[in-house]
């Protein structure tokens, strides 16, 4: 076996560590992000500075979003240290991907006060579990971004009747009304 040449201090290995983690992970106390590493910006657009300070809330789609989720993990993490979820979040350039997170309190007893989660975008799926075909996944992933039928099918190399009757078939599954319920159930079923 060969010795390196050089070899990094025990703090310097936590920061190499932390910094360069292959997931997108945050050091968050009562949700506002105190630290960020390096794959913030390859996973949210965000450089990890311009993160720091500024409430979670910035990376979820809306305000229920965020209150739904924090509250869910909040709860879970009461139960046991460790929690993983899937749900959408926001990139900087507001589009709406599906991410798996993982967090790990600090503190049981109250899990926000302290906490480190790591995100990792699902781009397979959309969160509706078995409910939905792969293909009408990836639909909804356009869907929940506001593309029009016109644009999915153009991305997917089909005709927008394709995307339709894909659109039909989601909102009969779904048991909404119309697209905009469609949307909002997708969104609804990636933070529950």
Not at 125 to 130: D, E, F, I, T, W
Request: hydrophobic letters at 35%; charged letters at 30%.
């Amino acid at each position: 076996m060969q010795t390196p040449r050089w070899r990094p201090s025990g703090r310097d290995c936590d920061s190499l560590g932390f910094q360069n983690a292959p997931d997108a992970t945050l050091v968050l106390a009562e949700r506002v992000i105190v630290r960020a590493n390096l794959m913030v910006e390859t996973v949210f657009g965000w450089p990890p500075r311009a993160l720091e300070g500024q409430s979670m809330r910035m990376l979820y789609p809306g305000e229920t979003d965020f209150e739904l989720v924090g509250e869910r993990a909040r709860k879970a993490l009461q139960e046991r240290p460790l929690y993983r979820d899937e749900r959408f979040m926001r990139r900087k350039d507001g589009r709406i991907v599906w991410m798996e997170g993982r967090g790990r309190t600090m503190d049981q007893d109250d899990p926000h006060r302290l906490a480190i989660w790591t995100y990792r975008p699902l781009e397979s799926s959309v969160g509706a579990g078995s409910l939905l075909t792969a293909t009408e996944k990836r639909i909804a992933g356009y869907l929940v971004n506001g593309f029009t039928s016109k644009e999915i099918a153009k991305s997917l190399a089909c005709s927008p009747r394709t995307v339709e009757v894909h659109r039909a078939n989601m909102i009969r599954k779904t048991g909404v009304r119309n697209s905009f319920e469609l949307v909002r159930r997708l969104l609804d079923i990636g933070s529950g």
